[in-house]
C-alpha cells in the first residue's frame, strides 16, 4: 500500500471515528488552556525555583515527596509524613478524604508492616490507590519513608 493510499485510509477511519461531535473535542483538547497552575511553598536554591511543596491545576493537587528529619522509628516518621501531607492538602483547598493516590517509599522494606499499622485509616473510608516501594540507596534526608500524593479539591 503506498504511502498515499494509507493517508487516505487513516483519514477515512479517524472521520468515521471522531465524527463531526468527535472532531470538536479534539479541536478542543489541542487549545491551550490558560488557566494557570497555582504552587504553593516554593523552595528556592540560589535564588532559583527548586520545587514547589505543591502544586493545584484545574481541581486536582499535587503534593510533593514529604520526609521525615529526626531520629525515630518507622511509625514516628509514617506519622509525622502523614501529618505534613495533609497540612499541606489543607493549604491547598483539599483534605485527606479527597487523595487519589499515595506513593509511598520505605528506606528498608522490613518497615512495610509498621508503615501500614500507621497508615490504615488515616486517608477516611475511601482510601486512595498506593504504590509503596523500597527506595535503592534510601531516603533524603535519612528518613525512613517519605510519601507524595495526589487529589483533588472539589
Given at each position: 500500500?503506498?504511502?498515499?493510499?494509507?493517508r487516505t485510509?487513516?483519514?477515512?477511519?479517524l472521520?468515521?471515528l471522531?465524527?463531526?461531535?468527535?472532531?470538536?473535542a479534539?479541536?478542543?483538547?489541542?487549545?491551550?488552556s490558560?488557566?494557570e497552575?497555582?504552587?504553593?511553598?516554593?523552595?528556592?536554591?540560589?535564588?532559583?525555583?527548586?520545587?514547589?511543596?505543591?502544586?493545584?491545576?484545574?481541581?486536582l493537587?499535587?503534593?510533593?515527596?514529604?520526609?521525615?528529619?529526626?531520629?525515630?522509628d518507622?511509625?514516628?516518621?509514617?506519622?509525622?509524613?502523614?501529618?505534613?501531607v495533609?497540612k499541606?492538602?489543607?493549604?491547598?483547598g483539599?483534605?485527606?478524604?479527597?487523595?487519589?493516590?499515595?506513593?509511598?517509599?520505605?528506606?528498608?522494606l522490613?518497615d512495610?508492616?509498621?508503615?501500614?499499622?500507621?497508615?490504615?485509616?488515616?486517608?477516611?473510608p475511601?482510601?486512595?490507590?498506593?504504590?509503596t516501594?523500597?527506595?535503592?540507596?534510601?531516603?533524603?534526608?535519612?528518613?525512613?519513608?517519605?510519601?507524595?500524593?495526589?487529589?483533588?479539591?472539589?
Amino acid at each position: 500500500m503506498s504511502n498515499q493510499n494509507r493517508r487516505t485510509a487513516f483519514r477515512r477511519i479517524l472521520a468515521t471515528l471522531l465524527g463531526t461531535t468527535g472532531l470538536a473535542a479534539v479541536a478542543k483538547a489541542a487549545t491551550p488552556s490558560t488557566d494557570e497552575k497555582e504552587t504553593f511553598n516554593t523552595e528556592y536554591h540560589q535564588e532559583i525555583p527548586l520545587f514547589s511543596g505543591s502544586t493545584k491545576h484545574k481541581g486536582l493537587v499535587f503534593i510533593a515527596g514529604k520526609g521525615a528529619h529526626f531520629e525515630g522509628d518507622i511509625k514516628a516518621h509514617t506519622d509525622h509524613v502523614i501529618k505534613e501531607v495533609e497540612k499541606e492538602l489543607i493549604a491547598a483547598g483539599s483534605s485527606m478524604d479527597k487523595v487519589l493516590k499515595v506513593n509511598v517509599y520505605l528506606a528498608d522494606l522490613k518497615d512495610y508492616q509498621g508503615m501500614n499499622e500507621v497508615f490504615r485509616g488515616r486517608f477516611g473510608p475511601k482510601p486512595p490507590v498506593r504504590t509503596t516501594i523500597a527506595a535503592f540507596g534510601g531516603i533524603p534526608g535519612n528518613s525512613l519513608v517519605e510519601m507524595d500524593c495526589i487529589a483533588y479539591t472539589r
